[in-house]
């Protein structure tokens, strides 16, 4: 059975939970239209398909007293984590949401985020807020089927970096 709590001194190294492969399979394609934000999926030709892996984070808790890591245990191997942060304004800020590939499809994701939107709450912010890589259409669908929407999109952030080209959508919830 799987457990969330918050990660304290005694399990801070699972803050440092690996990065793993995902499949890039398309891009999401976001339009603002008449003051209603839409999307649709580009799918890849299947020769096009890869599989992507972000860098690891190395996460200083030291560094980060702000931060409210939260893992995901099966018994005592952390299997997931959501970092929380304060954010701008009304919503904390979702840093970091991330299942070892062999629990996704479990909603481990979803109970993740269903503590990080209750400390958020504790925290006296409204919900959550969290930016998803226009190149990651399934971390995308993952958010809006756990009840996010989409807040707005970055087309700046990646200039003159290696990722040149791809965006940041920003999703909220109220949970």
Not at 12 to 19: E, F, G, H, T, V
Not at 20 to 44: A, D, H
Not at 106 to 118: C, D, F, K, T, V
Request: aromatic share 14%; glycine share 10%; charged share 25%.
């Amino acid at each position: 059975m799987i457990e969330i709590k918050i990660i304290d001194r005694d399990n801070s190294r699972d803050i440092n939970l690996p990065n793993e492969p995902f499949s890039e399979f398309g891009r999401v394609l976001v339009t603002y239209r008449e003051g209603r934000w839409s999307y649709e999926i580009s799918r890849y030709e299947d020769d096009k398909i890869i599989s992507v892996c972000f860098p690891d984070e190395h996460y200083d808790p030291a560094a980060m007293s702000d931060s409210v890591f939260i893992g995901a245990y099966d018994g005592d191997v952390c299997v997931g984590l959501a970092v929380l942060q304060p954010g701008f304004l009304k919503y904390a800020y979702l840093s970091d949401l991330k299942v070892s590939a062999g629990y996704r499809r479990r909603n481990i994701g979803r109970m993740l985020i269903e503590r990080a939107g209750e400390l958020s709450k504790d925290m006296g912010f409204l919900g959550l807020y969290a930016y998803v890589q226009d190149n990651n259409p399934g971390a995308f669908m993952f958010y809006l089927n756990s009840g996010f929407y989409i807040g707005g999109l970055d087309t700046n952030l990646y200039r003159h970096t290696k990722q040149e080209g791809k965006s940041d959508i920003i999703v909220y919830c109220e949970c």
